[in-house]
């Protein structure tokens, strides 16, 4: 879409366009917004105007959410990006350290897993019991 300020043609999104083509609902983008995830948004006549960079920051946002980050830890890596300060080696430390995170969830589900497995087990046990009861009374 074009949208004229002052004469000037701005190319740009709405919200809902950002939401069509990221697959992010609109509330989620305003809550990013409103965190501070993202740089301040332009707006034209009252309207959020979102630009390319601002779908790259959104994308960036939701691939790190993908990846399990917290919204905090995102804030911390967005704003280390947008001064530049982040180099390839924080970059790995950070994803080194998300990486832990994640096989520690999966340690703990695992753990979750095997306690459920196990009383269902149970409770088949006893099911099975009681049906071989039933048939040779």
Known sequence: DYLYDKGEILMGYTIREVS????IPVSTIRYYENLGLLPVIQRFEGKRVFTNENITDLKRIKKLKDMGMTLKDIKN???????????FEQKIMILDQQHTVIIEQ???LQHTLEIIETERLKYSNIINKN???????
């Open 20 to 23: 069509e083509i990221l697959k």
């Open 77 to 87: 890596f967005n704003q280390l990006y947008s001064k530049g300060k982040l180099s």
């Open 106 to 108: 999966i340690e703990e």
């Open 131 to 137: 049906h071989t009861a039933i048939i040779c009374s």
